[in-house]
Every structure is written in structure tokens, then in C-alpha cells.
């Protein structure tokens, strides 16, 4: 007998629910991987003998990606899909991570936590939780009172309006 579980449809989940999780675990995988630098910066200089100049350079390079990349990934994710765009900057950020364990000399340092993770924050980036957003589609979300299908907010009111069909 087959122990595999259910999807969450068939489980009775609105899978607007696993979307927003797997969103919202994702940002904060990118949060982690942009933050983290900032407290190891004084183990590197005891550790390493690498100057705060040296170490700075290596997470200013993952910072400016980070930013640029920006537009980018949301240009990326309309024509990739956000499921693939935040998968590969998932695993670019695990690379980059996994490989800072093996470096030894500051290049490894802008190579891994610079080029790597700073593409990899960049493609998720602030992008990604505004591109997922199934409004409309929720549970108990704002309806159009004269026809009943789900409503969109305007761009310059807090009011709705339909949504085509």
C-alpha cells in the first residue's frame, strides 16, 4: 500500500495557500542570503586575515547585483515563469552558500558571495512576492457587485472593477 500524499487540492488546501508559503519561504531564504554577510565580517578578518575593505568589496558586488538585477527578473519571470526563475536563483544561492564553506582566499569570497549569490538574490529580489499575487482568486476576495466575478483593484483608487472574461 502506497503511502504518498495527497496534493494539496485533494487535501481540501487552497492552493493560493501553498503558492503564498513557498513564496513567502523563498524571500526569506533570499533575506537570509542578503543578511547573513553582515555578521560574519569580523570572524572573516579573525579567521582569514582578509581587510573589512576586502571582505566589503565582496558583499558591495552582491548588493549592486542585487539591485540591478531587479527589472531583470521581472522581465525573466514573464518569460520563464516564476516557478523557474525562482528555482535556479534557489539553487544559485545554495551554490554560492555551499561553496563559501570551501574558500580560502578573497577572490573565492567575491566569487561565491559577490557574482553567485548576489545573481541569485537579484533574480528573486523584491520581484518576486509582487509577481505572485492571485488577487482575485482568494477565498472571500472583493467581488463586482453587479455581475459577481472577481474584481481587480484599480491602478489609481483603492475601488474595483470587473475583470474581463
Known amino acids: 500500500m502506497s503511502t504518498i500524499p495527497k496534493a494539496p487540492a485533494q487535501s481540501g488546501v487552497y492552493y493560493g495557500w501553498v503558492v503564498a ?4 519561504l523563498t524571500m526569506l531564504v533570499t533575506a537570509g542570503a542578503v543578511g547573513a554577510p553582515g555578521v560574519l565580517i569580523a570572524p ?34 514573464n518569460r520563464f515563469g516564476v516557478r523557474r526563475v525562482a528555482s535556479v536563483a534557489l539553487v544559485l544561492i545554495a551554490l554560492g552558500i555551499a561553496g563559501s564553506f570551501a574558500m580560502s ?3 573565492h569570497l567575491l566569487l561565491f558571495w559577490g557574482l553567485v549569490v ?14 505572485v499575487r492571485p488577487a482575485g482568486s482568494w ?13 481587480r483593484p484599480r491602478a489609481s483608487s483603492s475601488s474595483f472593477r470587473c475583470s474581463p472574461r
Open 118 to 131: 548576489g545573481v541569485g538574490t537579484g533574480l528573486t529580489a523584491m520581484v518576486l512576492g509582487a509577481t
Open 21 to 24: 508559503a513557498v513564496t513567502f
Open 44 to 77: 572573516f578578518e579573525r579567521e582569514f586575515g582578509w581587510s573589512n575593505a576586502e571582505i566589503s568589496s565582496a558583499l558591495a558586488v552582491r548588493l549592486v547585483l542585487f539591485g540591478l538585477l531587479g527589472p531583470f527578473a521581472a522581465a525573466f519571470m
Open 105 to 107: 582566499r578573497v577572490w
Open 139 to 151: 477565498p472571500g476576495a472583493a467581488s463586482c457587485s453587479a455581475c459577481s466575478r472577481p474584481a
